[in-house]
């Protein structure tokens, strides 16, 4: 069995933090159909993607049957349209997404396009099962993909 390496857990460890802050998921609110629909999806890629870096932690065991079916459930999710979600005009209302957002749609486009190319490759790895090492490195690169959307375009608060 390999041993992710300290330096991949410690990165891990900061991004599980991050996955894992929001507690307080949106409900689904028939004024704010997009807003609520992206946002709704971002609390099941978080649902999914969070016992994930908590296997890589150590917080919960380590069960390769689990952690390829939550990558194979990340890797449904990202086949759907969220984009559909941040449709112009949709930049108000109950939201933490940055106007910078629908400023700089292709770039935003891109990040969203990695996190698909991130979330595939860990599906890969995750269904082969035994690397442990390449599967920790395969969810530190998607919350790598996470964080760098995050960084730039979600705000820590609601904006309005
Ligand atoms: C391309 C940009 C982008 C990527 C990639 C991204 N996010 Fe987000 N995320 C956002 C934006 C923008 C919001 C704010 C949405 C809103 O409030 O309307 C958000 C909101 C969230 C929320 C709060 C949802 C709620 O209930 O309001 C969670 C949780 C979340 N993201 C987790 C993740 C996780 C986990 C990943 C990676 C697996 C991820 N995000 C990848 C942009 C991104």
Same mark, same amino acid.
């Not at 390769?64 to 939550?70: G, I, R």
């Not at 969203?112 to 991130?118: E, Y």
């Given at each position: 069995?390999?041993?992710?390496?300290?330096?991949?857990?410690?990165?891990?460890?900061?991004?599980?933090?991050?996955?894992?802050?929001?507690?307080?998921?949106?409900?689904?609110?028939?004024?704010?159909?997009?807003?609520?629909?992206?946002?709704?999806?971002?609390?099941?890629?978080?649902?999914?993607?969070? *016992?994930?870096?908590?296997?890589?932690?150590?917080?919960?065991?380590?069960?390769?049957?689990?952690?390829?079916?939550?990558?194979?459930?990340?890797?449904?999710?990202?086949?759907?349209?969220?984009?559909?979600?941040?449709?112009?005009?949709?930049?108000?209302?109950?939201?933490?997404?940055?106007?910078?957002?629908?400023?700089?749609? *292709?770039?935003?486009?891109?990040?969203?396009?990695?996190?698909?190319?991130?979330?595939?490759?860990?599906?890969?790895?995750?269904?082969?099962?035994?690397?442990?090492?390449?599967?920790?490195?395969?969810?530190?690169?998607?919350?790598?993909?996470?964080?760098?959307?995050?960084?730039?375009?979600?705000?820590?608060?609601?904006?309005?």
């Amino acid at each position: 069995m390999q041993h992710p390496k300290r330096s991949t857990l410690l990165a891990i460890s900061v991004l599980a933090g991050f996955a894992l802050a929001p507690l307080a998921f949106s409900h689904y609110d028939d004024k704010e159909p997009a807003q609520s629909y992206r946002q709704s999806w971002f609390a099941l890629m978080a649902a999914n993607f969070g *016992p994930m870096t908590m296997m890589v932690k150590g917080d919960i065991p380590w069960q390769e049957n689990e952690m390829a079916a939550y990558a194979d459930q990340l890797a449904a999710l990202v086949t759907l349209d969220v984009m559909r979600g941040f449709a112009d005009g949709t930049d108000k209302g109950t939201t933490r997404a940055k106007p910078e957002i629908w400023e700089n749609k *292709p770039d935003f486009t891109a990040k969203m396009d990695d996190l698909t190319k991130a979330v595939n490759a860990l599906q890969t790895v995750a269904n082969q099962g035994t690397d442990r090492k390449a599967i920790a490195e395969g969810v530190a690169a998607t919350g790598q993909a996470c964080k760098a959307c995050h960084d730039e375009y979600k705000s820590k608060d609601y904006l309005y």
